[in-house]
T-cell receptor, first 109, second 117 residues
Framework: GQNIDQPTEMTATEGAIVQINCTYQ??????LFWYQQHAGEAPTFLSY??LDGLEEKGRFSSFLSRSKGYSYLLLKELQMKDSASYLC??????????WGAGTKLIIKP | GAVVSQHPSWVICKSGTSVKIECRSL??????MFWYRQFPKQSLMLMAT?????????EQGVEKDKFLINHASLTLSTLTVTSAHPEDSSFYIC?????????????FGEGSRLTVL
């Protein structure tokens, strides 16, 4: 079966760095996405990785290793507004998105 | 970025009534739109894939006759929850893809929170 695993919840301190991991097992691979979702709101796109390596976009970076079925989202200089759920999603061989359950990130002052 | 507008944001209805939710792509043509539902503290669950001018493709376990999807134009898809019951109370979200299916980014509507009394 297809499976996306990510931690349920993480806590970090304002100004610090946090890494949210995602491992996946899917039928084929056509890219991995990270979305941010604040409570009660729709997800917003953060990143898309289809090749191995690190993609940097401001305070957020996303890494992919296809051979390991592994990705992480790195958030630097954490701000209180970064408190949200972070969803990992993989596009399979049928171009369907398989969603992880999300990681709730709690930022403390 | 591309804008997807969803309406209404909040809806409360009585059990047994039908509710229609609209999803519009405001500045691009969306040949494919997706409908999700999300229960509290859970991930997005794909309900159906809506293709312009054709019947929607429903995920396993989603009742076609209960969740009617119409994608009559390249900028509008609608989801109608028929004969709604309290267990249908959920957060419904639509999304649209702007280009070829292998390029990825989905743009989401604001979501519609349905409460069935």
């Amino acid at each position: 079966g297809q499976n996306i695993d990510q931690p349920t919840e993480m806590t970090a301190t304002e100004g610090a760095i946090v890494q949210i991991n995602c491992t996946y097992q899917t039928s084929g691979f056509n890219g991995l996405f990270w979305y941010q979702q604040h409570a009660g709101e729709a997800p917003t796109f953060l990143s898309y990785n289809v090749l191995d390596g690190l993609e940097e976009k401001g305070r957020f970076s996303s890494f992919l290793s296809r051979s390991k079925g592994y990705s992480y989202l790195l958030l630097k200089e954490l701000q209180m507004k970064d408190s949200a759920s972070y969803l990992c999603a993989v596009m399979d061989s049928n171009y369907q998105l398989i969603w992880g359950a999300g990681t709730k990130l709690i930022i403390k002052p | 970025g591309a804008v997807v507008s969803q309406h209404p944001s909040w809806v409360i209805c009585k059990s047994g009534t039908s509710v229609k939710i609209e999803c519009r792509s405001l500045d691009f043509q969306a040949t494919t739109m997706f409908w999700y539902r999300q229960f509290p503290k859970q991930s997005l669950m794909l309900m159906a894939t809506s293709n312009e001018g054709s019947k929607a493709t429903y995920e396993q376990g989603v009742e076609k006759d209960k969740f009617l999807i119409n994608h009559a134009s390249l900028t509008l898809s609608t989801l109608t929850v028929t004969s709604a019951h309290p267990e249908d109370s959920s957060f419904y979200i639509c999304s649209a893809r702007t280009s070829g299916r292998d390029t990825g980014e989905l743009f989401f509507g604001e979501g519609s929170r349905l409460t069935v009394l």
